[in-house]
């Protein structure tokens, strides 16, 4: 079956300053590539996803790039704000409609 | 339009007893998905149920069974329950399987065994 890593497992970045977290998969069927975020007490928010026929897309101050000959593919977050401190998940999937594969997850810490 | 819905909020059981878990699904999405999230790890995926069927298992016993109702909600049940089921119970809910759209999370029952 799938299996996705991530890294890093904690990230801590001052306030402006751009993070980068990057996730690896095994499964070459894998076609879709959602990335969350979860705040303390909340359940997983969807951030932002891109599926394998692209190799980078971006909203507002988040960005995304998948390498599908190499099967990784990594979040990009510019100008950070205390806001976005929160636990990032990756995860892989065939389609947006089956079943997710998480990452480990990244804890984000913006020190303001 | 209404988001993804979970009950209870917060449950204690002891080791042995039964649970049930229950989930709304988002305005007009017909599939909903159940994760486990064990403290300071990603979800791990139990099944998911598609107009009335099961679709799809992950790694997790008998004893985790589901089911889903014509409106689309959808309840989890945990037999024998034990220690190790301690965890945040999610669901997901999306429109269709294979290219249908993303999944959308509900806040979780946080289950804690005793």
């Known amino acids: 079956g799938e299996n996705v890593e991530q890294h890093p497992s904690t990230l801590s970045v001052q306030e402006g300053d751009s993070a980068v977290i990057k996730c690896t998969y095994s499964?070459?069927?894998?076609?879709?590539f959602p990335w969350y975020k979860q705040e303390l007490g909340k359940g997983p928010q969807l951030i932002i996803d891109i599926r394998s026929n692209v190799g980078e897309k971006k909203d507002q101050r988040i960005a995304v790039t998948l390498n599908k000959t190499a099967k990784h593919f990594s979040l990009h977050i510019t100008e950070t704000q205390p806001e976005d401190s929160a636990v990032y998940f990756c995860a892989a999937s065939p389609n947006a409609g089956n079943m997710l594969t998480f990452g480990g997850g990244t804890r984000l810490m913006v020190k303001p | 339009e209404t988001g993804v819905t979970q009950s209870p909020t917060h449950l204690i059981k002891t080791r042995g007893q039964q649970v049930t878990l229950r989930c709304s699904s988002q305005?007009?999405?017909?599939?909903v998905s159940w994760y486990q999230q064990a403290l300071g790890q990603g979800p791990q995926f139990i099944f998911q149920?598609?107009?009335?069927?099961?679709?799809g298992r992950g790694n997790f016993p008998p004893r985790f069974s589901g089911l889903q109702f014509p409106n689309y909600s959808s309840e989890l049940n945990v037999n024998a329950l034990e220690l190790d089921d301690s965890a945040l119970y999610l669901c997901?809910?999306?429109?269709?399987?294979?290219?249908?759209?993303?999944?959308?999370f509900g806040p979780g029952t946080r289950l804690t065994v005793l």
């Open positions: 149920y598609y107009r009335e069927e099961e679709n």
């Open positions: 997901a809910s999306s429109l269709g399987l294979a290219g249908g759209t993303e999944q959308f």
């Open positions: 305005s007009g999405h017909n599939t």
């Open positions: 499964d070459s069927a894998s076609n879709y």
